[in-house]
């Protein structure tokens, strides 16, 4: 049980505990000498007696906690966090050798080791950067010609996830829901078809026919599904796609084939955090009270196997229905003008619930974005039951409740930048949180949260923190 507490609080208990033995052992004494006393006059400068001993006692277990807490168990805090970092983020951070003074020789030796540890990962790192640039190179040529087929093209898993989709197929998937890697095909045609194709497949081992109906009732597609060469998966090739989708829909090649060793789609609170679809996002607002203010944008990025997926992003002003206040104006940039033909939030919570399908909520500060879909549910006729993770409880669980906890202190400890313009716009900050929660999400694991069930019984820990922001 001990070692589910932070450091700090075991230091606590364990003084906590020196001061309880003390006052027990000198209650006792004085118990003793109180029944042992026969002149009454002796029992007032007796319990006077025990007063000066315990007070002075008490104030210096106190003093001696304090010193401790702020010279040992905060710079251990500290060091461990900033080791994590260098660790599992590849970022330079210093340790800060003055702040743990009274550590002896730790602080040091854990900065060379951190050190020596930096100079082997920029070595690694510029051998994968040069390979990576060659990649890169060869997808930007495959996506190009494949870009030039007049067909559309989807990658798709045993447990019919998207695995990767071409700029044809982006723009079929975008006319029925937004397209999502990892996402369910069933999510945008109708399953009858598609699994008897499938069936036939697996049973022949050869090309089987099928006809794709939008889950919308408005388009079909004539398709075949090509069995991929390992078993692993099949092809679903629409042919006649190139006549229905605009000239103009350039969409990068969006892929992540280890999602096709899922043969299964695995229960979300059981899952691990690399298999998990993470929606990250960010509101602005007429201002801060969620019973009374509305939504003016919404913006989200989808993060899938740990990595933010390029191109799948939503964003969106919103028509709050009243007047921007010149206040919040100054902190978004948004004006009365900017959302006149803007969609109604009903109409956006519509888009972004397809939007997060079978994904993990992330916010910063949750609870206060989150207000304001709970609010509209009733009309909107939707139920946000998303698992959700606050990017607040999960520094907490990482560093302690004793450093700062808002989106530029951890920007500025992971080393990530905002530009300017887009800080505290809807898609800046909800960059900024999905590539925080990148570099959390490997952190988490090394310290053992390897499910999302456990990092929540974790972060409910912390609660009271976002009690005390709101």
Sequence with gaps: MLNRLSLRLRIFIFFLLIAFGSLLSTGLGLFIGFNRAQNVELLDPFIFSGLVIVIPMLAIVTGIWLLFDENVAKPIER??????????TGQKVAIDEVAAKHLGDLAPAASALAGRLTQSTEQAASAIMKETERLAAEKRQLTALLSEI?????????????????SQSASILAQIAHPRLNASLFDYFEPKSIKSAYASLIKTGRDAKATLFGIDGALNFDAILKPLNDGSGYMLVIEDAHAQISSEAARPLVYDFDL????????????????????????????????????????????????????????????????????????????NAMVQDAPDFVSVAHSFYKFCSNSVLVAHNAPFDLAFFHRYAPRAGLAWEHPVLDTVLLSAVLFGASVPHTLDALTERFGISIPAELRHSAIGDAQATAEVLCHMLPMLEARGLGSLGDVIAETCRHGRLLEDMN
Aim: with cysteine; charged share 20%.
């Design 150 to 166: 007049p067909v559309a093209m989807i990658v798709v898993s045993p447990a019919h996830q998207i695995v990767l989709y071409d």
């Design 79 to 88: 060091i461990a966090a900033e080791l994590r970092i260098r660790a599992h």
């Design 260 to 335: 096709l060793n899922q043969a299964v789609v695995p229960t979300l609170h059981n899952c691990r955090l690399s298999e998990i679809c993470f929606v990250v996002f960010d509101c602005e607002m007429t201002g801060l009270l969620p019973n009374k203010d509305e939504v003016v944008q919404l913006a989200a990025r989808r993060v899938v196997a740990g990595r933010i997926v390029e191109g799948e992003v939503f964003d969106t002003l919103v028509n709050p229905g009243i007047k921007i206040p010149m206040s919040a104006t100054k902190v978004h940039k948004i004006t």
